[in-house]
């Protein structure tokens, strides 16, 4: 059994999310205790609690102490059984935070799976459906398994109710090095927008292009989607490379000036362009993982996060492979698992 | 895990919006409760009435959107006028009793922010009546912005399980008790449970209370300070009346109780309201009510049991609420097997009988007690006295030792007190004093107790103690007698009066003398 201070590092969800995943591919039992310790409101969020309901049924798992609220849980891993699941997360909860609790087990599987997520995919506290079809999915399918996602419907924070359909065929995943992005191939700035006035989409637009003078004008376009999603508002800006596309966010706000959060998002991108690195730092959150369970692999990336050294420690602490990051003059760190 | 539901109204004001996105920057209780990531709800029993159908529709659709773990079941309840409070507290309460709660297996959240007012309470009522079993569940909109989740917060009516209310009911509970024993910090725990229990009695009921206890114990400071403490929480408006009613005699009995017409008897020449009547509102303490004749037992039974009674020579009855307090010394069961108490006097006010023990089998509570009484003297006389340190430990040691009989309880005490205080103008109480108090109260104390005759001056220390106490209890009645008489014939003639009737005796004197003799006594022995 694996003890875990939930408060150590970035002390929130993910190290809930990452063990049980790693557990289930180990078949080692955790504990959690001090959960979320390191947040205003410790102990399992209902996200957290869907998250582990999904990764008890892939698993056959059982899970002690499992409820809102709850600062200890006790996971003890069972076989994974694939086939055809549907898991719904409410209103702040985001499905791709289930896919990221459940797809890697469902990749060791003996057989394929079909997931149907429901609940937010364009969420401001995680990785929108763009990020992880565009920029995370086709480097894990090089990796040798092929998986599938399809946006059905949007789900905007706050009132949740979108679908997405991930296939998962899976198989061995291997090693690769990450280390070169390749000849720039293209970039998308868009601006989806539900339920609420076009202007603000207009001006979010404006100001992307004021942040982002290299990109072409047919780039930039906005997609109005039936208000009934609504209301919802991000700006999704995609820099494509050869080797490697990144997806960079910003979410409209009740409170936040349209023109503030797409300079944001314009200064982001711009900065991952500049810097040289493969992965910027969301995606070399996700890398981490499939990475270490291929036993080998290696990419550079922008300074390290919390959240990928913590990523990092849960992930020794089971499989007992360490994640070295190193500075590597251009292209900013060079992660490498030894 | 256990399953979290809620039970609530539609809020047919707060929980409608406008049809389209703009009701998700709107906060609608119902919804609202269903989007906190801290709180799961497995289930929602919705109520509402029919002609709210279609929006209750809408807000399951928009709940099952942002909260797919809950299953919303819908509950129609119909009221004529939402706000009769008959209507919704009956409709409510049969929905409560028909629900199949199972506290086992799920806990329940009553939301009390949607309804109407009536509801509201009535809601409130039946979960503190645990007919709801659950905590109620409080929602509200942030302040400044059009945020659609909103807060949330429960409450426990169990009280006790917050910490800082349940310290400070312990504190006023303390603060109670330590009123009802004016401040002195007794360590005797028969009598201090006494008084934690008079405490809640006090405040809590109606009902006539008695108390029992050797003259002195405190009986009237008690009642007096149970009367003040009650005014404190405004359960009394009127006034303390306590009267002794050992002190009542005669004819003025009936008038002093219960008061009088004019011209009910010779003397009365104005109306006159009596005890019972100014106690209206307040509390009327009887001590000794043991003292009372069997008519008046009568009249203020009937007093306390209807609130009504008669008035000396009036035609109709008044009334007057009052609590009673009655106070005796005497064992009241024992005076109604003799048929010299009501038995159903006794029965009314024996619910709450509480014993005060006597100040000797309270020793521990001796030392508090005299440091109350110098302040008393203090607070009296404007004159603050101390004891050396060796003089209160010599008091001490006497007063709560065997020989301290405390016959008298804190009027001993008391008086002792003031007596040492008085004798030491220095304000300092030294061993001198305390040596001839001591010697005070021994012989205060032999006088007034069993053995109290002065037959150890006549007999002399030795011939006494060979005395049998059959003889011994003779001897000194024979003895008071020879004193107050004024010759041997004339005690004599006293002492054998019931022979002397019947003739059967002719020389009393002799018979008398030849008594004495047995004991070794002459007639000038017993002269001064």
Redesign the interface.
Known sequence: MIIIDGSEGEGGGQVVRTACALSLVTGEPFRIANVRGGRD?P?L???H??AIEAACAIGTATCEG????SSEIAFRPGRIVPGEYQF??????STALVLQTVLMPLLRADGPSRLVL??GTHNPQAPPFEFLARAFLPILNHMGPKVCLRLVRHGFY????GRIEVDITPAPLEPIACRERGAPAGCSARVLL???PLSIGERMMTAARKGLVDWPAPAFAIDELP?????GIVLLLERAFDHVTEVMSGFGR??ERAEAVAGTAARRIAGYAASGAFAGPYLADQLLLPMALAGGGSFTTVTPSKHSRTAASIIERFLGRRWSFTEDGEAGHRAELV | MKATVVIGFLGSTLDASKIGPSRWSKWRPSVALCMHEDLRVDRFVLLHGTPHLRLADYVAEDIASVSPETTVERHVLDFRDPWDFEEVYGKLLDFARSYRFDPEAEDYLVHITTGTHVGQICLFLLTEAHYFPGKLLQTQPRRGTADAVGMWNTIDLDLSRYDSIATRFAAHAAESTSFLKSGIETRNRAFNRMIDEIEQVALRSKAPLLLMGPTGAGKSQLARRIYELKRLRHQVKGAFVEVNCATLRGDGTMSALFGHRKGAFTGAAADRPGLLRSADTGVLFLDEIGELGLDEQAMILRAVEDKRFLPVGADTDVASDFQLIAGTNRRLTDQVASGAFREDLFARLNLWTFELPGLAERQEDIAPNLDYELDRFAEREGNRVTFNKEAREAYLAFATGPEALWTGNFRDLAASVTRMATFSPGGRIDRASVDAEIVRLRKLWTATSGEGDDLEAVLGIDRLAALDPFDRVQLAYVVAICRASRSLSEAGRRLFSASRARKASSNDADRLRKYLARFGLAWSDLQP
């Open positions: 409101r102990g969020m209902r996200q609690v869907t499992l409820s809102v609220g719904a997360v409410g209103t702040a909860g429901e609940g706050p009132r949740g109710g539900a339920g609420l208000a009934d999603l609504g209301p009740m409170g």
